[in-house]
């Protein structure tokens, strides 16, 4: 029989049983379904993620309390309180700070936020003038904080588009005042919007002058980080090491290994966020995966139990001189069609998934022609695979007592 003949043979066949044919498909459907919205979804994560880390700002070193260790587990040696605003002012006007153009300390707590009948939990930044240009951050209306606010401790903040939504209801909230930790704060300007959820929402702030976060918010005299802004991309690297001496020397540590604070640039923490999310894309993959092994499983009894239905067909046509490796190919190629079916419609249905998610997640519709590819690879691999010793047992029933089997 020719190839082409094997191929109608083995559509006619499948199709006499279209329920168990369903069945066996449905399997590999699942499995490439889920393995090809995973991976979108994971990607669509990833890409997010790191869009939110580039709008934070460019060229952008975070100074952070408290050392790191080989494991990149931050320390308790000097706690949390080993940066002080003194550090910010000294680096800012120190004139060796070469690599350094723009120094901006920060605080950052999450607070209730109250006015009228609305309230919710929102994440408060105590910041300077600096903050601004080292973070990006531009005004859709009203004005950012200023240095004379911080100077003079005036209780205003800024407001992010999110919490114009969560606590104002829609309102412009300029002139109008919220209650954080007890104190009253005057809407001077709200953000332009930045996008992000969750905790790595930049649009729920409300950014406030450092002195008041530190002396009437939150009674601390220690800041929370300090970031910085580089001269140039070519620069980081030198700039973090003119940073890092610049500290020890002003906290009196002789030995780097003993810093009580850590640097991290802007492509260290891109690189940390896009390791985390493709461990976790990679771990659901895995489980997905397990769903195309299991599918792979039920056809091989499907085709199992077809052999065994078959038995007299098979006897029949090879004692007419129908060769091994005839039969062989033939269940191989009922096998394969199966599988290769499943992976359309898995493939299909894992990039509709994958619309649907990322319109509920609000993140990025994401479809690599790769992740495709492997859907249809794969189910050519499972079809061969477990498709192979159902053909060969057929192929090595013999004649006569296939003849004979009831």
């Known amino acids: 029989m020719t190839t082409k003949q094997l191929i109608i043979q083995s559509f006619s066949t499948l199709t006499v049983n279209k329920m168990r044919t369903g069945l066996a498909i449905l399997g590999i459907v699942i499995g490439i379904g889920s393995v090809i919205a995973l991976l979108s979804l994971g990607q669509a994560s990833q890409q997010a993620i790191q869009s939110q880390i580039q709008s934070l700002g460019s060229n952008l070193l975070t100074v952070m309390p408290g050392s790191v260790n080989q494991g990149g587990v931050r320390g308790a040696q000097g706690g949390s309180t080993t940066l002080k605003m003194e550090d910010a002012t000294a680096m800012q006007n120190d004139k060796s700070m070469t690599l350094v153009k723009k120094v901006s300390p920060e605080i950052s707590r999450r607070s209730q936020v109250m006015t009228g009948g609305s309230n919710a939990n929102t994440q408060i930044y105590g910041v300077t003038a600096a903050y601004m240009e080292?973070?990006?951050?531009?005004?859709?209306?009203?004005?950012?904080?200023?240095?004379?606010?911080?100077?003079?401790?005036?209780?205003?903040?800024?407001?992010?588009?999110?919490?114009?939504?969560?606590?104002?209801?829609?309102?412009?909230?300029?002139?109008?005042?919220?209650?954080?930790?007890?104190?009253?704060?005057?809407?001077?300007?709200?953000?332009?919007?930045?996008?992000?959820?969750?905790?790595?929402?930049?649009?729920?702030?409300?950014?406030?002058?450092?002195?008041?976060?530190?002396?009437?918010?939150?009674?601390?005299?220690?800041?929370?980080?300090?970031?910085?802004?580089?001269?140039?991309?070519?620069?980081?690297?030198?700039?973090?090491d003119q940073v890092g001496y610049f500290l020890l020397k002003r906290h009196?540590?002789?030995?780097?290994?003993?810093?009580?604070?850590?640097?991290?640039?802007?492509?260290?923490?891109?690189?940390?966020?896009?390791?985390?999310?493709?461990?976790?894309?990679?771990?659901?993959?895995?489980?997905?995966?397990?769903?195309?092994?299991?599918?792979?499983?039920?056809?091989?009894?499907?085709?199992?139990?077809?052999?065994?239905?078959?038995?007299?067909?098979?006897?029949?046509?090879?004692?007419?001189?129908?060769?091994?490796?005839?039969?062989?190919?033939?269940?191989?190629?009922?096998?394969?069609?199966?599988?290769?079916?499943?992976?359309?419609?898995?493939?299909?249905?894992?990039?509709?998934?994958s619309y649907i998610l990322a319109k509920l997640l609000n993140v990025a519709f994401v479809i690599s022609t790769s992740s495709i590819g492997l859907a249809f690879v794969v189910s050519a691999a499972v079809g061969i695979i477990f498709g192979w010793y159902p053909a060969k047992r057929a192929s090595e029933l013999q004649p006569i007592e296939a003849l004979r089997y009831e």
Request: hydrophobic content about 45%; glycine content about 10%; proline content about 1%.
């Open 252 to 353: 009196q540590i002789t030995d780097p290994a003993k810093a009580d604070f850590s640097i991290m640039s802007q492509q260290e923490i891109l690189n940390t966020a896009s390791a985390m999310t493709g461990t976790f894309t990679a771990l659901l993959s895995g489980i997905a995966a397990i769903s195309l092994l299991v599918g792979g499983i039920g056809i091989m009894n499907i085709m199992l139990v077809t052999v065994t239905e078959r038995t007299r067909e098979i006897g029949l046509r090879k004692a007419l001189g129908a060769k091994k490796k005839v039969i062989i190919q033939q269940f191989l190629i009922e096998s394969i069609m199966l599988t290769f079916t499943g992976g359309i419609i898995g493939a299909t249905l894992g990039v509709g998934t």
């Open 134 to 240: 080292v973070h990006k951050v531009t005004m859709a209306s009203g004005s950012f904080i200023s240095d004379r606010d911080a100077t003079s401790m005036n209780k205003v903040a800024v407001v992010g588009s999110q919490v114009v939504t969560n606590v104002f209801n829609g309102a412009d909230p300029i002139g109008q005042s919220i209650r954080v930790a007890g104190q009253s704060l005057t809407v001077i300007g709200v953000t332009n919007s930045k996008g992000g959820s969750g905790f790595m929402n930049q649009d729920d702030v409300i950014y406030t002058p450092i002195t008041v976060a530190q002396k009437q918010l939150f009674g601390m005299n220690y800041i929370s980080s300090i970031a910085l802004e580089a001269t140039s991309e070519k620069e980081m690297t030198a700039a973090q």
